[in-house]
C-alpha cells in the first residue's frame, strides 16, 4: 500500500505506520515513519515496551580477571549505509586527550619586609632565620625548600635558589593531571584534574622546635 512504511523485529513480526502519524511534517519519509514507530512502541497496547533510542547500542565492559563482574558499559553510535553508496569518511579519533609533561622552574632570588618572628639571644633584636618552601598545588608531597639566610635583622634573605616542578597538564582544559590512589587500601590510581597553581610560603627555621609560618604567596 502506498506512503506506509514498516520495520521488523524478533520473530518475523513486522509494524506498520501510515503517514497520519507524521501529520505536518513537510515531507514524509520512510526513514521518518519507521523512527515514529521505534519513539512510540512503548505506547502501542499489548504489544508495546520501552525501546533504546535508535542508533545508540549498549554493551557490558568486562574484566577477564572478575568474570561475571560488569566494569562498566560502553554505549556506541550505529549508523548504517547502503552498499551502493560511496564510503564514509574516515573515523574520528575521540579518545580522551592525554595530557603532556611539562616543568615548572622558579628561581627565588630574595625576600623582602618578611615579619620577623623571633628575638636575637645576644641583642634582643627582631631576628628570624629564613627560608622559601614551594610546591604545586595538589603536589605538597613533593614541596621543596630553599637554603637558610640565617640571622635576617630587616626581614630581607637572599637565596638565588631555583626549583624545577615536574607535572602533566592537559592544555585543552588548563588542567594539571595527578593520578594518586585515594587511601592505602586502594587497588587503584584515581585521576584528579586541578587548576595549575604555584604556592610560595616564607618559615623560620628552628633548631629545637616545629619551623614558625611567617607568610604565603599563591
Not at 526513514?31 to 499489548?46: F, G, M
Not at 618552601?133 to 603536589?139: A, D, S
Not at 592544555?171 to 604556592?199: C, G, H, N, Q
Request: proline share 7%.
Amino acid at each position: 500500500m502506498p506512503g506506509r512504511a514498516g520495520i521488523l523485529l524478533g520473530q518475523g513480526k513486522r509494524v506498520v505506520c501510515f503517514p497520519s502519524a507524521l501529520a505536518g511534517q513537510k515531507k514524509q519519509t520512510d526513514e521518518h515513519l519507521a523512527l515514529t514507530v521505534l519513539r512510540h512502541w512503548e505506547d502501542i497496547p499489548r504489544a508495546g515496551c520501552k525501546l533504546v533510542p535508535e542508533h545508540v547500542e549498549t554493551r557490558p565492559l568486562l574484566n577477564p580477571d572478575k568474570p561475571g563482574i560488569e566494569q562498566g558499559r560502553l554505549e556506541m553510535w550505529v549508523d548504517m549505509f547502503p552498499m551502493d553508496m560511496p564510503a564514509p569518511g574516515p573515523a574520528t579519533d575521540i579518545s580522551p586527550r592525554k595530557p603532556k609533561k611539562y616543568e615548572l622552574r622558579v628561581i627565588v632570588w630574595n625576600t623582602d619586609e618578611v615579619i620577623l618572628e623571633d628575638d636575637d639571644y645576644f641583642t634582643g633584636e627582631k631576628s628570624s632565620d629564613i627560608f622559601v618552601r614551594g610546591w604545586l598545588k595538589g603536589q605538597q608531597e613533593d614541596k621543596q625548600d630553599t637554603d637558610v639566610h640565617y640571622h635576617s635583622l630587616t626581614g630581607e634573605g637572599n637565596f638565588n635558589w631555583r626549583y624545577i616542578f615536574p607535572f602533566d597538564y592537559l592544555a585543552a582544559e588548563e588542567k594539571i593531571v595527578i593520578s594518586k590512589k585515594e587511601s592505602m587500601f586502594s587497588w587503584d590510581e584515581t585521576e584528579y584534574k586541578i587548576p595549575a597553581r604555584l604556592t610560595l610560603q616564607v618559615w623560620d627555621a628552628d633548631h629545637f622546635s616545629a619551623d614558625d609560618f611567617l607568610g604565603k604567596k599563591g
